[in-house]
């Protein structure tokens, strides 16, 4: 989040429990300007631990998913 639009201001955080409050037009305006500029940032980069992390799990997650799943899906024996 950018530090000039504060979801965690005191007026968002001091509302009563209970029923939905309405937000001040100043803490409106701020939760649209949070969203609006949320939604128009660039992309974040990834770092390069979490793609290696993703293809890993990817790698070995499958096969032994399909494993799995094949032994799952095999007959039973039969009884001695």
Same mark, same amino acid.
């Given at each position: 989040?950018?530090?000039?639009?504060?979801?965690?201001?005191? !007026?968002?955080? !001091?509302?009563? +429990?209970?029923?939905?409050?309405?937000?001040?037009? !100043?803490?409106?305006?701020?939760?649209?300007?949070?969203?609006? &500029?949320?939604?128009?940032?660039?992309?974040? #980069?990834?770092?390069?631990?979490?793609?290696?992390?993703?293809?890993?799990?990817?790698?070995?997650?499958? $096969? &032994?998913?399909?494993?799995?799943? #094949?032994?799952?899906?095999? +007959?039973?024996?039969?009884? $001695?």
């Amino acid at each position: 989040m950018r530090p000039d639009h504060d979801l965690l201001s005191p !007026d968002l955080l !001091d509302a009563e +429990p209970g029923p939905a409050q309405p937000l001040g037009p !100043d803490a409106a305006a701020r939760l649209v300007r949070t969203a609006v &500029a949320e939604v128009h940032a660039p992309p974040r #980069r990834r770092p390069a631990w979490l793609w290696v992390a993703t293809a890993a799990v990817v790698l070995v997650g499958v $096969p &032994a998913g399909a494993a799995l799943y #094949r032994a799952a899906r095999a +007959p039973a024996p039969p009884p $001695p």
